[in-house]
């Protein structure tokens, strides 16, 4: 519907939302919605709450927590509401019309702790703008306010510029791309460029907060350093530390992530929560300022679609890592063996062959946040496909343009053609500029790679920089104890049964089956429930021995429940090459390759074949070379 009366262009007027919370264990916000006049009268208007959050592409119909929405005029005298959509409220205005003001008030409950949805209780008061705050239909570009009412002894904080007791929104994009943390929290400032920064933290663990604080100190002066400047005027990091935390979610100045009370040791752990800060921090230049045209202004009503997730999540993916390299936060034998893993995980994966990246990113709404037992077999996740790429595409460019050219440089020109002038780049934006970095047309990459489902050549490529990529066997208790391979990098030959399962309380179910392998060709089915192999009892223990023991084309009796019946199916077991990728630096590599290494990792290359160690100095990055 479109609202008769809209303000005009240029016109100051605004929605006002002050946002209280009388009484936080019944996790319910008491929200009031300030609508100034419109620019003449109307005798309809329609409230819109939105059905889906940016950064997270799935239909969350947020409407489904909003409950006792009451309309008044300037009089304080209720309005006629009706619902006409899902998520639409039609607000009559009997007579002949008014131009308002009008006040809305609401109750949203929020009991679901998460990156992209609101939590109220005893302890905190979190809120993800899309999931609490109405829009006039029509009025989206109007400037935004909002005021909280807390509990005693209860701070706020937010991204947003205070003004009289007031946070600032130039419109409603920016207001709900604003999270909030209200509560007891514990924060800490850094500055970074004479930019302030701040962590809020709700929850605890084995955390080390003024740790935590140098080393996001640290990422944040990497990403600065390869962009030249940092694109917001101040940046708020949420942290929630809580059983059952986890994820990310990017904002223009803000992230909000959860994390469990014990991840932050040992080491690796730790290093997992700095690549998702890493992560979130890095889309405040790729997807909220680098995006493409149809993300933003956002249409919060329906899916937005777009071919290009592969680039905004992937190519981000490929930095989180880099970044800590480049900051000193990690080594580069680490980042390496975190590709490795990536690689395996991609290649063992069914769906390579059917979806390619762009497929997967136009697909996120019904693939990705949809997963299923079948999704291995016809999807590819565009964050691991993308990494992927993005590490291909880069030392691809840095190959063709003899070191002059870079990802890095790839993302500084989309930076200030679009992302820096608030607007979205193009289709075709990443080949062409690509393109133009490499110094030759990469259509047949692009064709390949992202628009095909061919997996990057990274044992061509990773000589460039001079590694290697090579298979190692896996451990297992033979090669512990001595009767393993001879040969480092001799690989066993392993059975295959090619399922997945999962314990459910005393029972072992099946819980997904790979196409083309035997447990698809004898019939098994995701959700069936294994009983005995060859008249033995199954658990873990027994498949663990069945693939290392039996050999490869030998036949096995399996008895399973479906749906309460018992099923007997003979199983023909497959082969499997049991190995591991590992990515190892060229002792032997040529000079170029050197310096493309180093002006890769910002770090020499390492001699004698050991990988460099960490810079020891906690300041700045080197920066680009």
Known sequence: MET????????????????????????????????????????????????????????????????????????GVPLPVRKVEKSRWRVAVPGTGSAGPFVVRYRVYAHELTVRTSHLDASHGYGNGTSLFLYVDGRKDEPQRLAFRCPERWRVSISLPERGGLYEASDYDELVDAPFECGTHRTWELEVRGVPHTLAIWGSGNEEPERLVRDVGRIVEAAAALFGSLPYERYLFILHVAAG???????????SCGVAPWRFRPEKSYREVLSLLSHELFHAWNVKRIRPGALGPFDYTREVHTRDLWAMEGVTSYYEGLQLARAGLCTPKQLFAEWAKTIKAHRDTPGIRVQSAEEASFDAWIRL?????????????????????????????????????????????????????????PDGAWEAVSAEVAGRSLSGFFDLYVRGTGTPDLEALLPVVGLGLFEKAEKDEEAENGDGPSAPDAVPVRADL???????????????????????????????????????????????????????????????????????LPLVLGERRAFTYEIRVDPAAPPEARSLFAAWLWRPFPEEGKVAAAPASAGASPGPA
């Open 245 to 255: 935390a986890s994820g990310g979610l990017e904002h223009r100045a803000s992230q």
């Open 4 to 75: 008769t009366g809209a303000v005009p262009a240029g016109a100051t007027r605004h929605t006002t939302f002050t946002v209280a919370m009388s009484d936080p264990a019944s996790h319910l916000y008491e929200i009031e919605m300030a609508v100034a006049p419109f620019g003449a009268p109307v005798s309809s208007f329609d409230l819109v709450m939105p059905v889906w959050a940016p950064g997270s592409y799935a239909v969350r119909d947020f409407a489904r927590n909003v409950r006792d929405l009451v309309v008044s005029d300037a009089d």
């Open 498 to 568: 090619g399922w997945k399962t999962k314990g459910e309380k005393d029972r072992l179910v099946v819980a997904e089956v790979y196409e083309g392998r035997p447990a698809s060709r004898c019939g098994v089915s995701a959700g069936d429930e294994l009983v005995a192999a060859d008249g033995f009892r199954v658990d873990d223990e027994l498949l663990k021995r069945l693939e290392r023991d039996r050999l490869p084309g030998s036949a096995l009796r399996l008895h399973l429940f479906r749906r309460g019946r018992l099923v007997e």
């Open 369 to 425: 946040y949809r997963p299923d037992e079948n999704s291995p077999n016809v999807s590819e996740s565009y964050y691991r496909r993308g990494e992927l790429i993005a590490l291909a595409l880069d030392l691809t460019i840095r190959h063709e343009s003899h070191g002059t050219g870079s990802l890095d440089e790839v993302l500084r020109r989309l930076w200030e053609r679009w992302g820096s002038r608030g607007v979205g780049y």
